[in-house]
């Protein structure tokens, strides 16, 4: 099991920034991608961004050019640093990872932190 924990949400205004940490304990060896969703009040959980343990980034285009994923592997900790935030980025964000190997089919989340981006 993955035990994942998020932090850094909260409330900002339009043009602000803000940077959410997500830290993995547990069976972290078989982590291969960590990354970020988000949900929207009435709307389907979607991609944000994610990374591999090589680096590899992923982005949602809503996103591209304004937030940016990193990772501490020594730290099992993914960041995701979110600028130029609008208001239609109010979600709560969950903290994502996923396994390689014998663990591929493995699938973990965190419990979400709310991000409120006030216009």
């Known amino acids: 099991q993955v035990h994942l924990v998020e932090s850094g949400g909260g409330l900002v205004q339009a043009g602000g920034s803000l940077r959410l940490s997500c830290a993995a304990s547990?069976?972290?060896?078989?982590?291969?991608?960590m990354g970020w969703y988000r949900q929207a009040p009435g709307k389907q959980r979607e991609l944000v961004a994610t990374?591999?343990?090589?680096?590899?980034?992923n982005y949602a285009d809503a996103v591209k050019g304004r937030f940016t994923i990193s990772r501490d592997n020594t730290k099992n900790t993914v960041y995701l640093q979110m600028n130029s935030l609008k208001p239609e980025d109010t979600a709560v964000y969950y903290c994502?990872?996923?396994?390689?190997?014998?663990?591929?089919?493995?699938?973990?989340w965190g419990q979400g932190t709310l991000v409120t981006v006030s216009s």
């Open positions: 994502n990872t996923k396994g390689v190997g014998i663990f591929r089919d493995d699938e973990f």
């Open positions: 547990g069976r972290t060896f078989g982590i291969d991608a």
């Open positions: 990374i591999t343990s090589g680096g590899t980034t």
